[in-house]
């Protein structure tokens, strides 16, 4: 039956990365069958003329390269897609081939499907500027999952299928050709078995060109058909296929009579949309129908997949055989997986739902969990993710209650994010939400909200001038990337005595590393001087002698006389002492130069200058790596660092951290 999902979130495709296995995978069932295979490994599956490659098809070397597109005699000529491997990933041309050489207009992609070039080629080699593409560019070529095991390969412009591509589903059927805005234009549908149809779209409609069952061939286009068929292209295209295979998947299924004999039974055939077709060649499933002739019986349908597993079982009122979201069910419905598994439960009453609502993965796990009420989601609908995670929003009377819903992750954080743009709502916490913990006797305050956790503490430093040193830690726990530029998003001011507020500079690395500099330079030039005055002098040496002398002495002298004449004696004497002293001094200095003496000191003097230099350095060093800088945290990513703010007077000082608008506010009294 018509399953009758809501549309609650944004629809998000799942975009896989370019890899030589992922492609591997999508195309092996593909090349199950083939038209032709060669003793090398080789394939070729596609359109054939007087057994030449001609028309469209795919050729696979055994060495992992593929080619989809246009072929004549043999050789690659027209349009296509070239992938060639390139280790574990791929590189990738789309354009115009003549006789197997790239020429003409075509694009050039990397392995991550950014557009390298787009421009001309002659021989294979480009003829305009190179590289021409932008990794930013909205063309890319990339793997797109689209459900069901089926997925789009090809090139795409903001997320759109727009250009040359590839649809594989999951039973080995293919369709690729030009793609705009996730409409087909002309292609092939290549079927598992190697049976295929040549079809032109136009909107919703596509006429068949021809096909294998036409046995056509290149250059008998007389043959073709131009039979309108009805084809809905959505964009997360399942299992939609003309089925022309010869198939009997009905053959076993009772049908008509065979299991009611009195009762109506009808057989309805569908498409992947739940539009009515008129039989099981264009069908993707098909309902048996039974209406009792007995009014104690209730109307009773049984829904299969056109390979014949069931999908759906229920009770109905009426049945719309050209809309299936037109017919009218009542009572429990109950829907599979090709696999047997429940799919989905739920409830109508008169055509409406009502009660519980229950889906499904196809491995056993619920996915969507609601309530309904005459038709309108009422209560709180979950829809759980991948790991643990939900989305959650309580709704009344088919509308949400609020502007948001809730998005969970593993980890059980939470994260508001807006109905109208699906963006994420981030909210400044109250103060009330501040908690503070105690590391080693520092208290720090931190706010757990919007899936972060952010913490500071506060201490004061005299390092190259006064600041606050603010000690701060930043963990994501949500599931989204977030930004933070210490010296954008952090503001800080002071208070005094009198609630006088001035405002305080947050420093920068790049600010504050500069300041350093600039103080070890000066402290490094005074070390400089100091030490070179001092090896200047290191080869001289003074030497000082000193002489002193002294003397002393006494002579005496002792005499008498006489003298005999002629008027008598004369008689006479003496005596004499003298004494004498003195004393000498002397000094003298002799200066030598001692040039290994000299060379030594010049040696030690470099070496603590270079030893002062390289303490310098370190320091640097070690500020750099602890300050804080612009980061980008991922989910699941811790920064942890430090930023200075100027200090002067005051009782408090305020800090407040924005981040992505939500402003966590912190409180500290000056610590005497």
Same mark, same amino acid.
């Given at each position: ?42 394939? *070729? ?46 590189? +990738?041309?789309?354009?115009?081939? @003549? ?206 997949? +056109? ?36 799919a989905h439960k739920y409830t109508f009453s008169d055509g409406k739902l009502n009660g519980e609502y229950l889906t499904f ?18 209560? @709180? ?100 990337? =977030? ?87 004369? *008689? ?72 200075? =703010? ?27």
């Amino acid at each position: 039956m018509l399953k009758k999902s809501i549309v609650f979130f944004t629809l998000f495709c799942t975009v896989i990365s370019l890899c030589a296995q992922s492609w591997q995978t999508a195309f092996n069932k593909s090349l199950e069958k083939v038209n032709t295979t060669f003793a090398n490994g080789d394939k *070729y599956k596609g359109q054939l003329y007087n057994d030449s490659f001609e028309g469209m098809g795919i050729y696979y070397w055994a060495s992992g390269v593929y080619y989809f597109g246009d072929w004549l005699n043999g050789r690659f000529n027209g349009y296509g897609i070239y992938f060639v491997p390139e280790g574990s990933s791929l590189s +990738i041309f789309v354009g115009n081939f @003549i006789n197997g050489s790239m020429s003409g207009r075509g694009a050039y992609y990397n392995n991550q499907g950014n557009l390298i070039y787009s421009g001309n080629f002659s021989n294979g080699q480009p003829t305009d500027s190179y590289p021409s593409g932008s990794n930013h560019s909205s063309n890319k070529f990339q793997t797109i999952e689209l459900g069901n095991g089926s997925r789009y390969i090809g090139e795409t412009k903001e997320g759109a299928a727009n250009g040359y591509g590839i649809c594989v589903w999951e039973n080995g059927d293919l369709w690729f050709g030009n793609w705009v805005n996730w409409a087909r234009g002309k292609g092939i549908h290549l079927f598992h078995n190697a049976q295929w149809i040549l079809q032109s779209y136009s909107g919703n409609d596509f006429a068949v060109l021809a096909s294998s069952q036409d046995q056509y061939s290149s250059g008998n286009s007389n043959q073709s058909s131009n039979l309108q068929r009805s084809s809905n292209n959505q964009r997360n295209i399942t299992q939609s296929r003309s089925n022309i295979q010869n198939t009997n998947n009905l053959n076993n299924t009772p049908v008509g009579n065979n299991a009611f004999s009195q009762e109506r039974v009808d057989t309805i055939f569908y498409d992947k949309d739940w539009k009515g077709v008129p039989n099981r060649s264009f069908a993707d499933f098909y309902r048996i129908a039974v209406y009792p002739t007995n009014e104690n019986y209730k109307k009773i349908f049984r829904d299969f997949y +056109i390979t014949g597993e069931l999908q759906s079982t229920g009770y109905f009122i009426s049945l719309d055989k050209y809309d299936d979201s037109r017919s009218v069910f009542e009572g429990e419905c109950i829907g599979y997986f090709k696999n047997g598994k429940i799919a989905h439960k739920y409830t109508f009453s008169d055509g409406k739902l009502n009660g519980e609502y229950l889906t499904f993965t196809d491995d056993g796990l619920t996915h969507i969990k609601a309530n309904f009420i005459n038709g309108e989601l009422s209560g @709180i609908f979950t829809e759980f993710i991948d790991e643990g995670a939900f989305l959650q929003a309580e709704f009344v009377n088919g509308k949400p209650k609020d502007n948001y819903y809730i998005m969970s992750n593993s980890n059980g954080q939470l994260l508001k994010i807006s109905f109208s743009n699906h963006q994420p709502i981030w909210e400044s916490p109250s103060v009330s939400e501040r908690k503070t913990q105690y590391r080693d006797g520092s208290p720090w305050q931190y706010y757990e909200k919007n899936g972060l956790l952010i913490a500071q503490t506060n201490t004061s430093t005299n390092d190259y001038g006064k600041y606050h040193r603010i000690d701060i830690i930043v963990s994501n726990y949500s599931m989204l990337p =977030i930004e933070f530029d210490p010296k954008k998003d952090i503001l800080a001011f002071s208070l005094d005595k009198k609630r006088k507020r001035k405002n305080l500079a947050v420093w920068s690395s790049d600010e504050y590393m500069k300041k350093v500099r600039r103080a070890q330079n000066r402290a490094a030039f005074a070390v400089a001087l100091s030490e070179g005055l001092a090896a200047a002098a290191a080869g001289y040496s003074t030497s000082t002698t000193n002489t002193s002398s002294s003397y002393s002495g006494r002579s005496t002298s002792v005499g008498s006389a006489y003298a005999l004449g002629s008027g008598g004696v004369a *008689y006479g004497s003496y005596a004499g002492i003298s004494t004498y002293s003195g004393s000498s001094y002397t000094r003298s200095t002799t200066t030598t130069y001692n040039a290994a003496a000299a060379y030594q000191a010049q040696v030690l003097s470099r070496q603590r200058i270079a030893d002062f230099s390289d303490a310098q350095w370190n320091e640097r060093n070690a500020i750099q790596k602890g300050y804080l800088k612009k980061n980008t945290i991922y989910p699941g990513e811790t920064i942890q660092g430090y930023i200075h =703010i100027t200090r002067v007077k005051g009782n408090y000082v305020n800090i407040t951290m924005k981040i992505n608008g939500a402003e966590y506010i912190y409180d500290w009294r000056y610590r005497k």
